[in-house]
């Protein structure tokens, strides 16, 4: 088992990230990353359906598409993404959430009292705070969410509010949830609100401690070389994020 936080902010370089390390390598990743502002929508949602393009384009918010199934998702410098990737477990199923367990445990040793959704999310006091998506293969999974901390909710709502009034094409519709930020809920119950960069390494701290492991893991050379090209030929290119 390794532990990787990106120490790229690049969307494009942290989602090719993900399908290399379920695609090219047999190794146990968690892998933590921070985003730039971005939207990303699942494998099989139309971009007009899902996006206000004209908003996204003025604030200089990239649409990305990523391998996994689900609805759309804004990023932003407020929020930690998490993703699990494994090989399949004998006689258990791809569809658990179990593999939110390391994060639900983590929080709540941090006195933030989530639960798990109907859709395999998180809430906390009504609000949604992490949705996730995964993607399986015959002999790997990927499982994969976000977190909001201390997120731009207007750029969120602005940004995942499409302007056509019906959907253009037959492709996958996200489902609108509530949202709310952690740190509006550190907040809320006078707790200690610290800044994002803080969140977030006491947060990866606490995985490490999940998973009883020491240390973070970097990417080698190898690994960045091929994770850049798959940045280029795929996650950047508009074949990929707007083929629907």
């Known amino acids: 088992m390794k532990l990787i936080f990106s120490p790229s902010r ?38 007009p359906n899902e996006v206000d393009q004209d908003f996204c384009v003025l604030n ?33 199923s791809s569809l658990s959430a179990d593999f939110l367990m390391p994060v639900i445990q ?17 809430w906390l006091n009504g609000y949604k ?22 997120t731009d909710l207007g750029k969120l709502q602005n940004a995942l ?16 949830s509530p ?13 200690y609100t610290p800044a994002e960069s803080v969140f977030f390494q006491l947060f990866s701290q606490k995985i490490l401690e999940y998973f009883q492991l020491s240390e973070l893991t970097e990417f080698n050379f190898n690994e960045k070389d091929k994770i850049n090209i798959l940045q280029e030929q795929k996650y950047s290119n508009n074949e990929w994020n707007f083929k629907i």
């Open 10 to 47: 690049s969307p494009s370089f942290n989602l090719a990230a993900e399908e290399y390390f379920f695609s090219e390598s047999g190794d146990e990743i968690v892998f933590l990353y921070v985003n730039d502002p971005c939207v990303i929508i699942g494998s099989n949602q139309s971009v």
């Open 60 to 92: 200089s918010i990239e649409i990305i598409r990523r391998l996994s199934g689900g609805g759309a998702v804004y990023h932003d410098q407020g929020n930690i993404n998490y993703c699990f990737i494994h090989n399949k477990i004998p006689d258990k």
């Open 106 to 122: 983590s929080l709540h040793s941090m006195q933030i009292p989530c639960e798990i959704g109907k859709r395999k999310d998180l």
């Open 129 to 150: 705070i992490s949705g996730t998506a995964s993607h399986v293969s015959k002999n790997r999974e990927l499982h994969h969410g976000t977190l909001l901390y201390n």
């Open 161 to 176: 509010t499409p302007q056509v009034g019906k959907p253009l094409k037959k492709a996958t519709l996200s489902v609108p």
């Open 179 to 191: 949202v709310k930020n952690i740190r509006t809920f550190l907040m809320e119950n006078d707790r």
